[in-house]
């Protein structure tokens, strides 16, 4: 049994992190840190809580950190974990930093220490369902993919940190992460990215809509994402040389945990029929032929397994630290690119300091 201490209980730690390390065996909820830790003692009243990482890391039985906290915070947290000896998961975006990521990398490698990324979506059913048409080669040589992120919040919310001006806040931090590994799973590095940062709603004043181009051999993978989307297009929109693949809708399980539903059942992460994605295929007809493809089962406990037969079996690790740093690294040139409204090359190098 590896007993986990929790970091932060905001909508990351309820709805992400705790109900899935209560749902894999082998992981055991044994502290929850949070500056405010009434409603973590309500929801968890087994867990010991506490107001100080201070006090959670005196716990010498606690093994794994998980650093679920505002993204200003997450270095600081989990160097103080690594230097505390204990292994750890941070929550995208890794950190806000390449310099930050490449030092808890030699921090981990020097403590002897396991570092991950949490990376939740590469379990989303869509994604996962993505993976499997396009491996499945029916599409033929890709050429054009776009994966788009909406929603419909025409207000900032001041109350929310993410809607401040404040380091790893706006959209290109809070979505960006997911979007960018997504396409590096699929396609892995590109050579070059062109992206646009930007508001779209009155009186924001952070980023809260993106499009960032990556640039591949042959393919162009385009990341899009609103705030102001009442009516979204399609999630995943793939074009290859045989035919097309389009899927529209979000995978179910952020919308389930938000509600306060458990992964229990055998059903977990499926999707109604009406929800599938459609294969066009080109054939020899004079028309298109349409199949729905079944969604796959999305389901975020994978993750938490696979951390477990790391820690346990010695497994490798599903979502590295390297990605972590790879996806920090890929919004630094989204950042530089849209400063300099340009398109940059891909380089592992950190920026200097200015």
């Known amino acids: 049994m590896i007993r986990v201490g929790l970091i932060g209980f905001g909508l990351a730690g309820q709805a992400f992190h705790a109900p899935m390390i209560r749902s894999v065996p082998g992981l055991e ?16 009243p087994g867990v010991h809580t506490s107001r100080a990482l ?13 650093v679920a906290t505002p993204n200003a915070t997450h270095f600081e947290f989990a160097r103080r974990c690594l230097a505390a000896g204990r292994d750890v998961i941070v929550d995208k975006p890794f950190t806000n930093t390449s310099a930050e990521a490449r030092e808890l990398i030699r921090l981990a490698e020097e403590r002897k220490r396991l570092l991950g990324a949490f990376h939740n979506r590469r379990w989303d059913g869509d994604f996962l369902t993505v993976q499997k048409v396009i491996a499945g080669g029916a599409l033929g040589r890709i050429v054009s993919y776009e994966s788009h992120f909406d929603r419909f919040r025409p207000e900032p919310d001041p109350a929310a940190w993410r ?3 404040e380091p790893g806040s706006g959209t290109l931090y809070n979505l960006g992460p997911h979007m960018l590994d997504q396409a590096f799973v699929l396609f892995g590095t590109p050579s070059a990215i062109t992206a646009q940062v930007y508001s779209e709603r009155e009186g924001a004043v952070v980023d809260d809509a993106m499009d960032i181009r990556l640039e ?8 899009r994402a609103s705030t102001v989307a009442y009516f979204p297009g399609p999630r995943f929109l793939i074009y290859g040389t045989q035919g097309s693949f389009v899927k529209y809708g979000l995978d179910p399980q952020e919308e389930w945990l938000r509600r306060g539903e458990l992964p ?21 007809g004079a028309s298109p032929r349409a199949e729905n493809v079944k969604t796959e089962a999305g389901d975020y406990r994978r993750f938490y397994e696979n951390v477990r037969d790391a820690l346990l079996e010695g497994k490798p690790l599903a979502v590295s630290a390297r990605d972590g740093l790879r996806t920090i690294r890929a919004i630094e040139i ?21």
């Open 29 to 44: 909820l044994a502290c929850i840190v949070a500056r405010r830790d009434e409603l973590a003692r309500q929801k968890y």
């Open 216 to 223: 591949y051999p042959g393919l162009r993978a385009v990341l």
């Open 54 to 66: 201070e006090e959670m890391l005196s716990d010498e039985t606690i093994r794994l950190c998980i």
């Open 163 to 165: 809607d401040r001006p």
């Open 264 to 284: 229990s059942d055998a059903h977990w992460g499926e999707e109604p029929e009406s929800e599938w994605g459609t294969l066009y295929l080109a054939g020899g």
């Open 334 to 354: 989204a950042l530089e690119s849209n400063r300099e409204r340009r398109t940059i090359e891909w380089s592992d190098a950190t920026p200097a300091a200015k």
